[in-house]
């Protein structure tokens, strides 16, 4: 009888092994096609860019190469009303080189890669969204709602941002460093684009930092407090960022660049303290009904 017991109970095991082992493979097959459909919106912002390159390239590439661009005008104007010297963008010092032979060929395709990736970022999101949704609990995919839109409208904001602030000021001030006049500055386009990329997509992540204290605060890792009594540790923090990529002594330009990370450190504060109000109340309501 124990035997048969045991016999019983071994095969139950089983059952729930091999179920659970189906499982996992099951959600590795969701996986995969969200990959793949990730892949494939990628590919086609990829084909897209590529169909209008000359736009790409020469109107938001080399934009914050060319005195014309939106934010030298804007530096001009506000230093001829405010009389402020050497605000005004007269030249950017350097020419742009290519020093491989597939060079060009790579720098089409990269960029094309880049542009996809910035644009088909919302719908990465939304895949992102649809894995983790069926995991969530209703109060959980109620209190989750907007996350695309959010996510979404933060990434470009903070995107913009770095592409007209500080892309132009970190151009700007580093062709104009010179050492001596024995030294020209020739940059290769890999270099180039490398800056422009990763500090427009750089930022369009930092300014994610709302969503980011959002989950952590809902896991129970960060709460309002800390984060209040980190304020000064935290304003030192942005400040040294700000700096590093703006490398310049210029006061006006070091604030113009950490004042939206303040504004996004003290938003964040607001989103943990929300968080952690929904909880006590959520709490409150439980022991009630108890």
Avoid at 16 to 32: G, P, T, V, W, Y
Avoid at 262 to 281: D, Q
Wanted: positive net charge; glycine residues 4%; charged residues 15%.
């Amino acid at each position: 009888m124990a035997d048969s017991r045991k016999l019983i109970q071994a095969i139950k095991d089983k059952g729930k092994n091999i179920e659970a082992e189906m499982s996992f493979f099951d959600h590795l097959e969701i996986l995969r096609w969200h990959i793949i459909r990730s892949v494939v919106a990628i590919g086609v912002f990829a084909i897209l860019s590529f169909s209008f390159y000359d736009f790409v390239f020469n109107d938001i590439i080399m934009g914050p190469k060319n005195l014309d661009f939106w934010t030298y005008r804007m530096m001009c104007k506000v230093g001829y009303a405010m009389n402020l010297d050497g605000f005004c963008v007269e030249k950017i010092p350097f020419n742009i080189i290519n020093t491989e032979l597939a060079g060009q060929f790579m720098l089409q395709i990269n960029s094309c890669l880049l542009m996809a990736l910035a644009m088909g970022f919302p719908y990465l999101l939304f895949e992102i969204w649809l894995f983790i949704k069926p995991a969530l609990t209703d109060i959980e995919r109620k209190s989750a709602r907007g996350f695309v839109f959010y996510a979404t409208l933060l990434f470009v904001v903070g995107a913009l941002f770095g592409y007209y602030i500080v892309v132009p000021l970190s151009v700007n001030f580093l062709s104009n460093v010179s050492l001596s006049e024995e030294i020209t500055n020739q940059i290769t386009i890999d270099s180039y684009l490398s800056t422009v990329a990763t500090l427009t997509l750089g930022c369009g992540i930092i300014f994610l930092l709302p969503i980011l204290i959002f989950i952590l605060s809902k896991l129970g890792i960060m709460t309002p407090e800390f984060m209040r009594a980190s304020r000064r540790y935290a304003i030192v923090i942005i400040l040294i960022i700000a700096a590093i990529i703006t490398p310049t002594a210029d006061v006006i330009t070091l604030l113009t660049v950490s004042a939206p990370m303040f504004i996004l450190y003290e938003l964040s504060i607001m989103v943990s303290a929300n968080v952690k109000k929904g909880k006590l109340k959520a709490e409150k309501e439980f022991y009630n009904k108890k």
